[in-house]
């Protein structure tokens, strides 16, 4: 077979050895500092993403509706302990910060064992671990311990002291726009709000960082929109000041969890069938990712809000281990060391093979498509005949030749065949410079309109 | 999670256990009774049933022309008998109503036993067991016996006897109707032309008697109809007096073998997927039911001219063990001590989930589509977050929300969240009573024709 | 049952041993042959063809362009050989027409062994067999030997010898019509280019010509044509001097290695549901056939061309074993030995299974629509009721009445039913035949345009 190499794909460029190192290295930065969905943690938190990216800031003021919702007060939270009779810290919030439960009112009290037990709670199940516990919207006060030291606690009067206030003030956020050639967007969210957990969630904010980051130097048809925003409520803020872009969200990801050796899992979009949905499944089911896609449920991350039936957006959801599934999950043993840089550097080249399909998808016409071209004259298949095996490279053309039809895109001709998308896109690449395959989109009468992306124009500049 | 206790529903309020001796007893009461399709023996079933319901009797005289069917004259049995050459009743009419194959002719002879042979219908592999036969529309007689006593008999003469006679007269049946709030249809059907076969079919016209007499007490959308016919003579008959009402028939059941211990067992109707199919599958795939759902064939009961093609009616079978799987099925061994109350009472009850879904059924529309409503302030959600689980009845209030968009009805979201339709409906209830959720019968603007029953109005005073 | 036997089957006519023993006796008669794409060998291989059938010779010079392709020049080889440093032949065409690599150029030469070996090619993993190769339109000579063989040759200058020429001649096919009585076609395609290799394909030349000469006895609704051409660049040929006629091919079959114990298996067309896709899997379900339905793939043989986003034609592939998967496949050891009589005679009463399905189906249209008519009284039934099983004759007519709507034709009846076409077939001519069906093309006003075949007229003296 007289091919060239395939050309270099935008991810064999990457050394992810060293990229793993550096997503760990800013998770790593991110994971002492206790986040809630406002106040300073998320502020802080921003400003350490800010020093990788240029993300621009945005705020909503206390009080502001935000569709059903109202934004908050603030939460701030300086110190929390419990001192048992003899003095002890036996509860200290500067050890972690898991121990207070979030958005807890301020509270000094002196209070016998008993009394103080109902404002305890514990992981009988995994007696040594701390939970993570919030309580927004709701005014209440409560701290979080391992259950096998609550055990121990000796009868008496403890002093317990949550020194929280709230004050009106604003719900923080940050995003980050690389520009494409399109102003079709691929948005990435991640949520801020969690405070010293390591996969769930500094591993997402640290990865999409660096992905925000590198992407600098690619050029694009897509716009790629990271947005960093509070759970819930920070998504639904974003959602209700960016109406009008909406529809510009042609694919979308929610990425949490990637920093575990589970997975991967994609949950797919509200859609189904959406091409992000379509994309995720294809590499997927590719003997060397292996991973996992179920359906969409309306429980989760910030999907939840995306997949609304009034946004009904396709987006869906990047895990290593789906959340709650993994006994760490949401428990003091969320942390450095629950998480790996090699599996930060898996997660982070599974996200570089969808955008390449996201970026490369386009749908091929065949320009000679009556009977398959003579591919031996030039040079594009065995030359010597009766082959046992066709060959896969040679597979891959034969495939894309016989449904280059103007109703296939690439992503379709790599599903109906079950050849991965790179090795579809390399074929119909040489096709195509041997003049085999013109482009729908530049002979637009040839093609359907159900194929390939919905980009109306593509830059000349981008490797298909 | 602040919730009250789940409305009750109507087959909460149901003592099952009385029930189930109701319906036993009412079954053991019309077994004794020869029936055939026609004679006195179908007129003293209806008249056992028209002491529970107020029945409309209605008859269709011998001769006249149903469909492609000639109404074929009354039968009457009175005696048959075989004598052996002791003068013993070897067979004895008197004894089991099986030993007469049905719509034989009258006869009076003596024979020798090899000539009787010719006349004499055992089951080799049942040998203690009479076969329950019948040769409608051919001049023929015939008798069953046990094929141990067959074997038994001497050599000699025999005396054979069947006094029947046969005289124009009429097909009996009988219907009747509880009014809903529409004219639209709720059929139940069953055939009453066997005779002293408990489980077939007994237990059909018992189980269908009680539901009818108790479904007086309860307001509903739909009217149902309940007909007890003599199979497809019967069927055919009251198709061709009400061809006008057919097409007010949306759901459909023939209702028979409900007495013994199997299944639940649902054929669909030939429509494959008409609500009637959707609702039984559902019910069915509920881990505490774990029926089995079969596709349509044309072999069976009067569900085969409910779906002809002419009708094509959305009309299924609900049996528990299936039609010709059961070795008792047409033998003297489907008696009284094959059916047993607690059977009578689950298959009473697996229709009133039908009942409940096809009654409960609406199409949901969310007042708040844009992101989730916030559910905590409203005493909806649970109050501390951080559950690993979402909790089931949390789950089934997010899908409600997330389909609401007016093309899904209730059924429609049980069948995709794969959550029991009582817990959909539940969910559905408690938001629409908080204003998040409209109903698309109110406000058809937003819903899609698709969603929901086919109902066109909706009495206010019923329970969603 | 009173029923009569089914009609004679026209395959039930046949003599399956006689059959496979003619094709068989016809392939041992054109395996000899030294074939390629182009040469004497093809026209010979035509001769023996048109002494059992009355083809039309078709020829295209060389250099005439087809679509992408040109003809190439004519390739004839006399004799090759290579002599030892002793003088004896130890490659020698006489012996095996493999032993030359196809359309290698002319050379003679005294060259080491360590020249010599960079033209051979052998098959280290079954060394005793040669191999089949060819060189298309690549200027170039080899020569293929076992490997074992090779493996002894002792150093020194061996003689070698191709003594073949190239010259502008022509590409030669040959075709043949059974006219039936609508211009529609089935079209039945082999390759004619293949040296001495049994199963692959003299099995298929043999076996498509026997049929082709039976067919003549026998009057059909479709026409048969029967392409009898070189691989890849004959069909080409023949379509794009048929471009007009395709239209016309509403099925296809490209029938190969139809002589070993395998199989059978079908790959579908790319269409993947058209009526011969629809036949081919129907009847491969059967438990008598138990075959193997593959997807359509662009790699096998000439359906490439016909199946290309140009054409798309319905042609489908048939074999025993699928290329490829025997190890006999492309070697010596496909040879006369390989093939047997049972096979091929196998072979044909699938194709005949086939066509009696693609001859025989028709849209029957239920003119008692409502309600079952009495097939009682017509003697279609069983005349004592109360059978357990309802019999598999019965159970057809019931299919066949009940989808009988003028939107199922007899492989739709026979597909939703899992019966046998040829049940569902026989059912409906008793039908028909007692007037309870009418035919969707007699009376087109009750059928669905969706029914049946393509045909539009129907001769009135075929059987069904």
Redesign the interface.
């Known amino acids: 077979m007289n091919m060239r190499p395939p050309p270099e794909m935008h991810r064999d460029r990457v050394d992810f050895d060293s990229l793993g190192a550096e997503i760990y290295a800013l998770a790593s930065e991110l994971y002492p500092i206790c986040r809630s969905i406002t106040g300073p943690g998320v502020r802080r938190t921003l400003d350490v993403i800010g020093r990788h990216i240029d993300i621009e800031r945005q705020w909503v003021p206390s009080g502001e509706a935000v569709?059903?919702?109202t934004v908050p007060q603030e939460w701030t939270i300086r110190d929390a302990y419990i001192r048992d009779p003899q003095g002890r810290r036996v509860v200290d919030f500067n050890r972690s910060n898991l121990h207070v439960?979030?958005y807890s009112t301020p509270v000094r009290a002196v209070m016998p064992l008993s009394e103080l037990r109902k404002h305890i709670f514990t992981l009988p199940g995994q007696p040594d671990l701390i939970?993570?516990?919030?309580?927004?919207?709701?005014p209440?006060w409560?701290l979080c311990m391992a259950h096998r030291e609550c055990q121990l606690l000796p009868e008496g009067d403890y002093e317990v002291c949550i020194d929280s206030s709230f004050s009106d003030g604003r719900l923080d956020y940050g995003e980050y726009l690389h520009r494409g050639a399109s102003e079709s967007e691929f948005l990435f969210s991640a949520h801020i709000c969690h405070p010293s957990l390591a996969n769930d969630y500094c591993s997402g904010l640290a990865l999409l960082t660096v992905l925000a980051r590198n992407l600098r130097s690619r050029a694009t048809r897509y716009s790629y929109r990271f947005l960093f925003a509070p759970g819930?409520i920070g998504?639904?803020a974003w959602?209700?000041r960016n109406?009008h872009r909406i529809p510009l969200v042609e694919h979308g990801l929610v990425v949490s969890c990637v920093g575990d050796g589970g997975g991967p899992t994609y949950k797919r979009s509200?859609r189904g069938n959406a091409m992000i949905d379509r994309a995720m499944a294809h590499v997927l089911s590719l003997p060397q990712w292996n991973g996992t896609v179920k359906d969409f449920?309306?429980?989760g991350y910030d999907e939840?809000?995306y997949?609304?039936?009034?946004?009904?957006m396709p987006v869906g959801l990047l895990q290593n281990s789906a959340f709650?599934t993994f006994p760490e999950?949401?428990t003091s043993a969320d942390n450095l060391d629950f998480i790996r840089p090699e599996y930060l550097a898996r997660s982070y080249r599974l996200i570089l093979e969808v955008i390449d399909i996201i970026e490369g998808d386009w749908t091929p016409i065949?320009l000679?498509?009556?009977?398959?071209?003579?591919l031996?004259?030039r040079g594009l298949y065995a030359?010597?005949?009766?082959d046992?095996?066709?060959g896969e490279a040679?597979?891959a053309m034969?495939?894309v030749?016989?449904?280059?039809?103007g109703t296939h895109s690439l992503l379709s001709i790599a599903e109906r065949?079950g050849m991965a998308f790179s090795d579809i896109a390399f074929a119909a690449r040489l096709l195509h410079e041997h003049g085999l395959l013109a482009d729908a989109r530049e002979d637009p009468a040839g093609a359907d309109a159900s194929g390939g992306g919905g980009l109306e124009e593509r830059p000349v500049s981008v490797p298909i």
């Not at 939970?131 to 709701?138: K, N």
């Not at 000679?368 to 003579?374: D, H, N, R, T, V």
């Not at 030749?401 to 039809?405: F, G, M, S, V, Y």
């Open positions: 569709f059903d919702w439960v979030g939970a993570y516990r919030t309580a927004y919207y709701t209440t409560d819930t998504a639904l959602l209700s109406e509200r449920s309306p429980y939840r809000q997949c609304s039936p009034g946004f009904d709650g999950y949401h065949n000679s498509p009556k009977g398959e071209p003579q031996g004259r030359a010597l005949g009766g046992k095996a066709g040679a597979m034969l495939w030749l016989n449904l280059a039809d065949s």
